[in-house]
DNA sequence: CCGGTGTATCGACATCTGTCAATATCGATT
DNA sequence: AATCGATATTGACAGATGTCGATACACCGG
């Protein structure tokens, strides 16, 4: 059993054109890049993001992105481990909310 | 043989936070993504653009990043792809410079 | 306490990906 | 032209990844 939930680091680095990124930075960097390199993860990051309040139950997520439930809930925990997504269970139902700033993060270090 | 270098375009999309994304533009911005996606491209990546005039040898990057000289290949080949890089022999020597803007396009689709 | 519903985990599978050694290609130099 | 040095391509392989069905795990309403 991992840890209570691991969440991955809010992110190293300085802007990646500044000067060259160390071995450890380039790994950080890219666990949190490949949560978001899949257009699953794309797609209910920015339906999240749109809906009210900047969350969403699961059982809104399934049907728009036409994939199992189980195969959304394996993509919502990868968005939730590298920090972009929040869990918070309601009664039976669980929400998952944009973690705010962390894609701005990700942004600024891309960022020229 | 595939056509003689066939780069994505430009990347698509609004922000990501603005509205839900298309199914078509997920998959184009997951590819210019996954480039993204890998250690050793952020790596070279940074090492060019921190470069004077933000271009590299391919003979000056295999050392740094430490991997054999086919795979540093490869991995300038998919960041070229993408649209991160480009191409320019000069004799024997083959230059990787940064695109300028490529990193912005995505930084921008990721701000919130 | 029992059935039902929403969500997560597991196991399996096909596919994709990163890596290297071997080899081909291309350009420069003798 | 013969060779050498730099880069690209090929083939192979281990490991990661996306997907699903089956199942387990809450939580709620009777």
New binding site residues.
């Given amino acids: 059993?991992p840890a209570a939930l691991d969440v991955i680091q809010p992110v190293c680095c300085a802007p990646l054109v500044r000067e060259p990124l160390g071995a450890e930075d380039a790994e950080e960097l890219a666990?949190a890049i490949?949560a978001l390199?899949?257009?699953?993860?794309l797609r209910l990051l920015s339906i999240v993001a749109a809906s009210e309040g900047r969350e969403a139950?699961?059982?809104?997520?399934?049907e728009p992105?036409?994939?199992?439930?189980?195969?959304?809930?394996?993509?919502?925990?990868?968005l939730?481990e590298a920090g972009f997504l929040s869990?918070s269970?309601?009664?039976?139902?669980?929400?998952?909310a944009l973690v705010p700033g962390s894609l701005d993060r990700i942004a600024e270090v891309l960022k020229g």
């Fill in positions: 059993m666990r490949k390199a899949d257009p699953t993860r139950c699961v059982c809104d997520l399934t992105v036409g994939l199992a439930q189980p195969t959304v809930s394996h993509h919502l925990k990868i939730a869990r269970k309601r009664g039976t139902w669980a929400y998952y």
